[in-house]
């Protein structure tokens, strides 16, 4: 059996890019200092300031509550969580349920923003009602998570987001944009993005850590893994993404960390593009006069009201 | 059996991409006529320049010669073509005798030239002795081709030189610039990519082919297909690439052209980096003090000075 090369303890993980094999104790502290050299790499968090943690309630999101919240108390950073209620039912309520006993245990506050508040509808809805085949459900409901998580973000008063974003989640989403011929959106992924518009910086703490190894962590660290997963998960080109990334690595341990650092240089230069128009409905930034948010937004709401008005006529 | 969609003869061919079904003559017209659009598109070649064809003497560059033959009666260009002579013996002579067949029945000029006379030893030599392995043999052989083809651009007095490269090795080039964390060297791959200390501009008419369309171009055009392959070949990651990126064109036709289109968004923001340097040595251009071609044939010589001189004392 393997011994951890740093405490002589009994090793139960071996990072094949750097050869080093560590115990459930070494393995969890790795975690939580690689992710502190993160944060400083690529200045994502002040001292002392206030951080807002989105939570979707899944094993990545709670391991970022947890590592951050260790770390907080050496940066006096001022944390709060927030989650995101998309509305789908069986799905989210268990998440949100998990993300609340966990802040709870830790003495953060914990609020929930759901999009049946914010925009009238909840994704259950949406999706019923959704005709336009052109937008792929995780693509539709993306664009509410996020603005969704702008207004948590201002409601909390916090300067900046962390989401739990991983290196493989990183590295998927910058070949995914490639794969969709976006190039203008690599600007989202430079870790240095901001939006003079919208003040609250995006941070990734985890962006240069192994889904496996922040899947270990949660393991280790007791978290509870969500059961179901969401009904709505049509994954496609991403899960294609995913395997041949996987076996790159397989086959070249440490290429995820190559790719990763050839993104961030990709998306530098990127960096200076914006999403500068204000949207003409609602001022939120847009790329051209109106924002997704509100297009998605009427789309769902003419379809809901034609369900809603009389009945056709005719009919035989 | 499919029907030709442009004249309504037996098709060869479709591309799976546009759903258009193809006989021999129209797939061969529409090939020169591709080429002939990606050529204007970019700018690649003026009315009535002087162009160097590098022909390998394979298959991808006896086509972009025939294409090219046949494009410039109408743009009054000057064809003029060369080889590059690595000297790998049993290899390079049969594709060399195929190029100068073709260029012959064309009634074009054809020079070679070797690496033997511009740096004093064959590849087989250079390889023999070569101990460095942190290079592959292909990454040790490219610097000097790419020398060697600007030394006999130069002495053709060509303004532009031509290459085959198709959209596989395009996007393929890409991704590995990536997989080797090699950003800047994306500057390359800008069509318009110029530097000033060699005025010799690169171009690639093939660059908006698929690899299996110039195959079949080449098979229909009775072009001679090389026997051997080169003994030094060794893919490795780029066989990998080839392979992700097939599957991808298989389950999504017309991702290749996605992922030029977006290769193409990203190397444009890394055109004004440039190889500024000149070689302490040679004076050509070099990222840093002295370039690859000098650095890599001091090692060489090294090596070969070693073998040369006296047998070392000792040995029992």
């Not at 309630?57 to 590592?67: I, M, Q, T, Y």
């Not at 990763?260 to 609602?282: D, E, I, M, Q």
Request: contains cysteine; neutral net charge.
């Amino acid at each position: 059996l393997e011994v951890c090369t740093r405490c002589g303890g009994r090793a139960v993980y071996t990072r094949r890019y750097s050869g080093e094999a560590l115990c459930a104790p070494c393995f969890k502290e790795s975690i939580v200092s690689k992710t502190n050299k993160t944060i400083s790499r690529y200045n994502m968090i002040a001292r002392g300031e206030r951080v807002g943690v989105a939570v979707s309630g899944g094993k990545d999101s709670l391991s970022l509550l947890l590592v951050l919240d260790e770390l907080s108390r050496s940066h006096d950073w001022h944390l709060t969580a927030f989650s995101i209620d998309e509305g789908v039912e069986g799905y989210r309520d268990e998440a949100i349920a998990n993300a609340r006993a966990i802040t709870e245990r830790l003495g953060l506050e914990h609020a929930t923003v759901s999009y049946k508040e914010l925009y009238g509808f909840s994704l259950d809805q949406a999706l019923d009602w959704k005709e336009d085949r052109s937008v792929s459900s995780c693509s539709f409901c993306g664009v509410f998570r996020r603005r969704a998580i702008d207004e948590a973000a201002s409601k909390a008063g916090v300067s900046v987001v962390a989401t739990a974003h991983n290196l493989d989640d990183y590295v998927q989403t910058f070949l995914m944009n490639l794969l969709h011929g976006d190039v203008e959106r690599l600007a989202w992924l430079d870790p240095a993005y901001s939006d003079e518009s919208f003040p609250v910086r995006r941070v990734k703490p985890f962006m240069e850590l192994y889904e496996e190894e922040t899947a270990l962590y949660a393991y280790l660290s007791g978290l509870p893994f969500q059961s179901v997963s969401c009904p709505y998960m049509h994954e496609g080109l991403r899960s294609e993404v995913r395997d041949y990334v996987n076996q790159l690595e397989a086959g070249h341990p440490g290429m995820k960390h190559v790719l990763l650092k050839s993104s961030l240089g990709v998306v530098s230069r990127f960096a200076s593009t914006k999403l500068s128009v204000p949207c003409t409905r609602c001022g939120k930034p847009s790329s051209s006069g109106v924002c997704n948010v509100c297009r998605l937004k009427e789309a769902v709401n003419q379809q809901i009201n034609y369900g809603d008005g009389p009945p056709r006529a005719g009919g035989g």
